[in-house]
């Protein structure tokens, strides 16, 4: 659903609750100006003093790198015998500069403007926010700048540090634990993981020299980006992109942990590190997950007991064949049984499964057009065959099939059963997360490189949709 969609249904039972002045409430139905009023964004204001912090020691490490090269050149010219300005004004071989220096700018409109631009559907990167702040008005307005407004290396610089010092992490992580102490997520028993990818501004195999020669040497090459990989979604589809997990509850429809991978990465060989994640920054909610649904590319005995070792959960996920084949039957009535386990009678319909019998390891089948307990709207079968198949009892035959037989089927969770599909439904949910964290939090392309630059898009735009729900369910900040 598009955000100003959302902005209109929502106006009406936010125009009587907080108090929105008046000069805003002509403008609610733009997606970015309910969040800038109502969404609490003191909960950021100890990571706005590691911000300032990690400000300061990057502009002094720079200052004083400027110095030492000016240092050097003192130096090479004393060698040569030359005097230099700084031997003819001072004794010292740096320059003194002011400990004052300028006010930076404020934290709390650059965090604002950096993720209310999501909600504007275009492409975030430090260029488009710095655009959207000079360009509208309303928008800055929103954000909270005031008199001159910053220039495009400030807001280079805001992004460079929250990168690098991993605050855009933080930041996604306090909203999380936030929502959850406001009631809008709640602890589930439940988990939904899936990945998508993030298209990158890079070339894939592309290399370059980090030693600064300029003439030609024998140093050795570094990847552009060592993090992106081809992705492809099909025979005729790939991209070039990162590899990016995503683990959220199956009811609170919001994404709660991630995990960047190399764009080639295996889909199964996420699930363990994105889960070693999730508990170790949400160990209260770890403890009561008891399941963790999941894509059949991620069943294997492999992730079944990773799932078991991280949260002792179980891993709910469809059957992979891998390379199984539909295997002929001589069992009386029975044509086959598929590649998924299932036995096919001989009139052509998939026999529903009754049970197991544990002790006797078997899973118990029943005939899904006789029995009343299995029967299937629309299935007939023939009489001759229901006498060749069931001997023409009434509620047809019931099959028994050994675990050793179909040893790709879970027997603790088995994929045929009502139980499974009713709880596997949810497993959706994160389909449209992710659709929505592309097509409006503007998750689809990154334009930085690195792997610490693909976390930070990521979690700007968890972000960004965490803000939207509360910001719905609160009063304006003050």
């Known amino acids: 659903m598009a955000l100003s969609s959302i902005s209109r249904q929502t106006q009406s039972c936010l125009l009587p609750l907080p108090l929105i002045s008046r000069q805003w409430e002509q403008y609610l139905d733009v997606p970015f100006v309910i969040p800038a009023l109502t969404f609490p964004w003191d909960i950021f204001r100890d ?48 320059v003194r500069r002011s400990r004052s220096g300028r006010k930076p700018h404020d934290f709390m409109p650059m965090m604002r403007s950096f993720e209310l631009a999501r909600l504007l559907y275009v492409e ?7 655009l959207q702040v000079r360009s509208n008005p309303l928008f800055a307005e929103a954000c909270g700048f005031t008199g001159k407004l910053p220039s ?41 993981a899936d990945t998508t990818h993030v298209e990158a501004e890079a070339t894939y195999g592309k290399q370059m020299k980090i030693c600064g020669h300029k003439e030609d040497c024998d140093c050795a090459m570094v990847p552009t980006d060592g ?7 099909s025979n005729a589809v790939s991209y070039i992109g990162h590899k990016v997990s995503l683990l959220s509850g199956a009811k609170g429809q919001l994404p709660l942990t991630r995990e960047v991978c190399k764009g080639g990465e295996y889909d199964a060989f996420t699930l363990l590190p994105t889960l070693e994640r999730f508990k170790s920054e949400f160990e209260e909610l770890a403890q009561a997950v008891q399941y963790v649904l999941a894509d059949g590319i991620y069943q294997s005995p492999r992730n079944q007991q990773t799932t078991k070792d991280v949260l002792g959960a179980k891993l709910v996920a469809p059957i992979n064949p891998g390379g199984r084949q539909d295997k002929p039957s001589d069992i009386r009535g029975m044509d086959m049984i598929d590649r998924y386990g299932v036995p096919h009678c001989i009139a ?58 179909t040893p790709q089927v879970d027997p603790e969770f088995p994929r045929h059963s009502r139980t499974f599909h009713t709880l ?55």
Not at 79 to 89: I, K, N, S, V, Y
Not at 124 to 130: C, F, I, P, R
Not at 358 to 380: D, E, R, S
């Open 47 to 94: 990571i706005e003093q590691e911000y300032y912090q990690h400000l300061y020691d990057s502009l002094r490490e720079k200052r004083m790198n400027r110095s030492d090269r000016g240092a050097s050149v003192t130096d090479s010219a004393l060698d040569l015998g030359l005097a230099t300005p700084t031997e003819q004004t001072s004794d010292t071989s740096t």
């Open 124 to 130: 975030s990167m430090a260029e488009s926010v710095y």
């Open 152 to 192: 495009y290396r400030s807001f280079a610089r805001f992004d460079e540090i929250m990168t690098n010092f991993g605050l855009w992490d933080k930041a996604r992580r306090r909203v999380v634990e936030f929502n959850l102490n406001q009631g809008v997520l709640e602890a589930e028993d439940t988990l939904v």
């Open 227 to 233: 993090n992106v990989g081809i992705v492809r979604k």
């Open 348 to 405: 052509g319909h998939k026999m529903a499964l009754k049970g197991c019998d544990l002790k006797k390891q078997q899973y118990i089948f029943t005939c899904p057009v006789h029995n009343p307990q299995a029967t299937q709207a629309g299935l007939v079968c023939p009489h001759h065959k229901h006498i060749e198949c069931c001997g023409g009892v009434t509620q047809g035959r019931v099959l028994r099939v050994d675990f050793s037989t």
């Open 424 to 478: 596997y439904d949810a497993r959706t949910g994160i389909e449209r997360i992710i659709g929505m964290l592309k097509d409006g939090y503007s998750l689809r392309r990154v334009h930085k490189r690195g792997r610490k630059a693909v976390e930070a898009h990521v979690d700007q735009a968890i972000l960004c949709m965490h803000v939207w729900p509360t910001a719905l369910t609160l009063k304006p900040a003050q």
